[in-house]
């Protein structure tokens, strides 16, 4: 069973960078994409970010392209989202998810809880 646990949320101003990291446990990782989504107040959740486990392939929504990355470390079977030149509008609910065989993970790949973020102005 994945195991997913979100961690490096929090509060930043505007311009301001966070770090969150998705530790992940269960699982080979070698054949998975992992992603990062997000959920703002009454709001669909989006896509932010996903990397293939092998080969490190990385994918972006538009809005983030060039602001964030996203980053795995094989050793720790950990992957990062560094967050830079935040906007409020980045603010929302973070999840990381995992999902085996394909690009981009789905609704049936493992999610962690969540880790929120908040940008002020």
């Known amino acids: 069973q994945v195991q997913l646990v979100e961690s490096g949320g929090g509060s930043v101003q505007a311009g301001g960078s966070l770090r969150l990291s998705c530790a992940a446990s269960?699982?080979?990782?070698?054949?998975?994409?992992m992603g990062w989504f997000r959920q703002a107040p009454g709001k669909e959740r989006e896509f932010v970010a996903a990397?293939?486990?092998?080969?490190?392939?990385?994918y972006y929504s538009a809005s983030v392209k060039g602001r964030f990355t996203i980053s795995r470390d094989n050793a720790k079977n950990t992957v990062y989202l560094q967050m830079n030149s935040l906007k409020p509008e980045d603010t929302a609910v973070y999840y990381c998810?995992?999902?085996?065989?394909?690009?981009?993970?789905?609704?049936?790949?493992?999610w962690g809880q969540g880790t929120q973020v908040t940008v002020s102005s």
């Open positions: 269960g699982r080979t990782f070698s054949n998975y994409a």
């Open positions: 998810a995992a999902d085996e065989g394909v690009t981009i993970p789905g609704d049936s790949g493992s």
């Open positions: 990397i293939r486990w092998s080969g490190g392939n990385t």
